[in-house]
């Protein structure tokens, strides 16, 4: 019964809280869209290889400058109808510098050392349990290029708001688990194998501690 009446609800608040560009598409809302916007601007710069990991429809990609000769943009998902939607969107553009191939993030198709920005965003908490979480940012680390970095986002269990959205999702969506955690467990992960957190942006809320959403970029300088 309650999610009869809850899911549609938070659908259509989904729906309302969507840029006007982007509904529809299933992994869009405004706090997604503030995400993919800062990372944006982390990456603008980078004229390597750059790998988006859970790329869903490719939004990360839209609107990303590709003036640079050097840079090559590749999405991952395990999805076939979203990477279809991807590759399909940026056909029509004639942007031959993306490619989009199904893998997951725990068995990365990249040889060591190969990638300049390991992107994963909007995706972790989705995973079902951390042991997944943990084996997709060692296999980020080991693609990722002594001077490249890795940019990765945490639903924070911190914010009272998540901690309480994510406990009682089946009342609301029984089709999905939801998983917050905090941020020094996964940056752990990350400065255990030498590397050193670059920056923490805290989305949603002024204060890193107790936003919902935490954006991390780490390297190794």
Known sequence: MFNKILRPLTDFVRHILSKPDERGNLTSDLFRFKIRAKVRELIN???????DIGCGEGLLYENLT?????????????????????????EKKKQDRFRFLKADAQHLPFLDKTIDAAICINTFYNFHAKSDVVDALEEMERVCKRDGFIIFDIRNRINPFVFLRFKFV??????????AYSLKELTTVLTSRGLVIK?????GFPITMFAPIILVKAGYR
């Open 45 to 51: 710069n980078c004229n390597g290889f750059l790998l």
């Open 199 to 203: 920056e923490t942006i805290p989305i």
């Open 66 to 90: 590709t003036e640079q000769n050097s840079r090559r943009c590749i999405g991952v998902d395990t999805e076939n109808e979203m990477l279809k939607i991807a590759q399909n969107s940026f």
């Open 170 to 179: 089946w009342i609301y969506d029984t089709h999905v688990t939801l998983n």
